[in-house]
């Protein structure tokens, strides 16, 4: 999955946990990809969505002053492994 947004501007996310368990939605810094969630501390986190309940819908807003692309990832024990990463691109 990949999501396209512009630099400077303030943006709305909506995050809807459709799972049957918690997640995230995490945003990682330019220049520090993960290649599994092995790897992930909390330095790696540009800015995030933090973990949310089954059901549960925010909507959180956040400005990219520098374009780039942007790793996304749930960093929840397991879930990087499991397929949750992908990609925001800021032009
Ligand atoms: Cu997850």
């Given amino acids: 999955m990949s999501w396209t947004v512009p ?3 303030e943006i709305s996310i909506t995050f809807q ?3 049957s368990v918690q997640h995230e939605w ?5 220049g520090m990809d993960l290649s599994s969630g092995d790897d992930f501390t909390e ?3 540009l800015w995030e969505i933090e973990k949310q309940d089954p059901g549960v819908r925010v909507t959180e807003n956040f400005t990219f002053d520098t374009p780039g692309v942007y ?3 749930c960093a929840l ?3 990087v492994d ?6 925001l691109t800021v032009s």
């Fill in 7 to 9: 630099a400077g501007e």
């Fill in 43 to 45: 330095e790696h986190v």
């Fill in 17 to 19: 946990n459709n799972g």
């Fill in 71 to 73: 790793q996304i990832v």
């Fill in 26 to 30: 995490a945003v990682i810094n330019l």
């Fill in 77 to 79: 024990e397991g879930h």
């Fill in 82 to 87: 499991a397929g949750m990463i992908a990609s």
